[in-house]
């Protein structure tokens, strides 16, 4: 069949694909090639199309079209892979593919081809969210959620599968899916079963994988399996559940070490709204606790956020080879993501990458040290006093890394701070901080978006007698605040005209404030 029958094909309504006289297999076979070339040719004659000041510096972008949650973030033959939810045809979600890019240091990512398209059955709505491995012999391979049937059918169905390439080019497992809620011995729901990700145990010598499903009472879990190659899986228990306390279904999972630490990440859906920690909807949580390796069980100790802005989500990590962990999220939410500015060729961004630390029991979020090199002409002020409004020759631009630190003379002599950016007289992000509530406030009310939707949260942060450091990274659509060297984060995507690049600078109290500036340059 050429293939603009097989395009044809694929867009009729199921009864007329019926009726048609082709053989389905046969059109579904050819198609497998014709999705993922589609693809990829599609994304590199459209792709080249934005220009270069229509995307963000250094923040990862789709090619064309849709992106979301991050995939596969791992590294392969020395370098950092990343994959993304990815609909080319589109600025607003389709069947997901896998986008595809890799880097040397976090920060500069090179496109690579599209690595995966919905063009089998058992994968036909979507080849959903996963990650990735360095196989022993120089492959990798990829762990995904194949999905079919229409979401909200009772043919919806979510299975695990595989896919091994060198690196550009994937061959799908002929014996996907590898693991079907079938191999979970209590009662859970194939329509919600995703998200796989997957690491290497040195001390087990064997491969891990967490997938996030919902169970008998309606919400979600973490089921942990195992494998010797990677190919064969057994079901190992559930690492934690939701039991209707955080949401309903658990998407996304990662677990991990840090130390002595256990975290377990998850991305709750209809989540209600607790205190300043968890907002309504979409979230995303950190499970802290330990791990009993011989038993294979997580205790949970504590829940925290892991951002405090408007647009975080699906978060995933990687360790580097220098034992760092590093996080990368989509920086969007989904219930306001299929608003982007007009005439948008592409939407949905990633955040910088963040290493995780712990100090003192308090998790740390910290952008890669990697972004220092691309710093450049740096602007330092010192001992600038509160004032009800300052603007300092140089501390302006949209691609800036910038931190403030706010010293008022004593305890209490400092009744609000806040900073304006990507400003101008028609708009402003502001942060402000509040020492008497303990809050960091994040308010793009003004940021020209045009739309009846949350435009402010707030942080709270500890009591230092009213000191607050703020490191700030601007890149053209978003903000990203950490707040006292990554005690909380708060990330946002802004779509302000670029013209309105100002910074300034409101305090009443007595007080000093410092500035150190760089423009990020890539
Ligand atoms: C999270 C998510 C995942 C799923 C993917 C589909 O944002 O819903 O659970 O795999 O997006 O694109």
Redesign the pocket.
């Known amino acids: 069949m050429p293939p603009h029958c097989v395009f044809l094909y694929r867009k009729m309504p199921s009864k007329m694909q019926a009726i048609c006289k082709c053989n389905r297999d046969e059109v579904l076979k050819e198609m497998k090639q014709m999705t993922l070339e589609e693809a990829r040719l599609y994304e590199k004659n459209q792709g080249s199309l934005i220009l270069p000041e229509e995307r963000p510096v250094f923040h990862v972008t789709p090619w064309i079209g849709w992106l979301?949650?991050p995939n596969g973030f791992s590294i392969y033959q020395g370098e950092y892979h990343l994959f993304y939810?990815y609909y080319p045809y589109d600025i607003h979600?389709g069947p997901?593919h896998w986008g595809h890019l890799k880097s040397k240091d976090f920060i500069q990512w090179e496109r690579l081809p599209a690595a995966l398209a919905p063009d089998t059955a058992y994968d036909a709505q979507?080849v959903?969210?996963g990650s990735a491995v360095e196989l022993p012999d120089g492959r990798q391979l990829l762990m995904y959620?194949g999905v079919q049937g229409k979401d909200n059918t009772p043919e919806c169905h979510q299975t695990q599968c595989i896919a091994i390439g060198d690196g550009i080019n994937y061959q799908k497992y002929e014996h996907n899916p590898v693991i079907t809620t079938d191999d979970i011995p209590e009662t859970c729901f194939a329509k919600d079963f995703?998200?796989p990700k997957i690491w290497w145990d040195q001390e087990e010598h064997c491969y891990f994988a967490v997938v996030?499903v919902r169970v008998a009472d309606s919400s979600g879990a973490v089921a942990l399996f195992s494998s010797k190659d990677g190919l064969s899986w057994n079901y190992v228990n559930i690492l934690d559940y939701c039991r209707n306390e955080y949401g309903k279904m658990w998407?996304?999972p990662d677990f991990f070490e840090i130390g002595e630490k256990a975290l377990l990440i998850v991305?709750p859906q209809e989540m209600r709204a607790q205190g300043l920690t968890f907002h309504n909807g979409?979230d995303v949580m950190c499970l802290i606790g330990t791990y009993d390796h011989t038993k294979h069980q997580f205790t949970r100790e504590r829940v925290e956020a892991i951002d405090y802005g408007l647009d975080f989500?699906?978060p995933q990590t990687l360790k580097t080879t220098d034992g760092r962990r590093v996080l990368i999220g989509?920086m969007q939410a989904?219930e306001t993501s299929h608003l982007c500015p007009q005439g948008a060729k592409w939407n949905g961004q990633m955040t910088t990458p963040r290493e995780l630390t712990f100090d003192h029991g308090q998790l740390l979020q910290n952008p890669v040290k990697e972004l220092a090199a691309y710093r450049q002409n740096s602007v330092i002020y010192t001992n600038v006093p509160f004032q009800q409004h300052t603007e300092l020759s140089g501390v302006s631009g949209r691609v800036l890394d910038m931190t403030v630190k706010v010293r008022p003379e004593h305890d209490q002599s400092l009744e609000y701070f806040t900073i304006r950016l990507a400003a101008n007289e028609a708009y402003n992000v502001a942060l402000s901080y509040d020492p008497l509530r303990g809050t960091v406030c994040l308010d793009r009310t003004n940021s020209g978006f045009c739309y009846n939707i949350i435009t402010k949260r707030e942080a709270p942060v500890k009591d230092q007698g009213g000191k607050i450091d703020l490191r700030i990274i601007l890149d053209r659509f978003s903000i990203e605040v950490f707040l006292n060297h990554g005690e909380q984060v708060m990330s946002a995507c802004i779509y302000t005209p670029q013209e309105a690049e100002q910074i300034f600078f409101e305090a009443k109290g007595s007080g000093w404030f410092d500035v150190e500036k760089y423009e990020i340059k890539v």
Do not use: H, L, P
């Open positions: 979301n949650d939810q979600w997901t979507g959903f969210s959620t995703r998200d996030g998407e996304c991305s979409n989500y699906a989509w989904w």
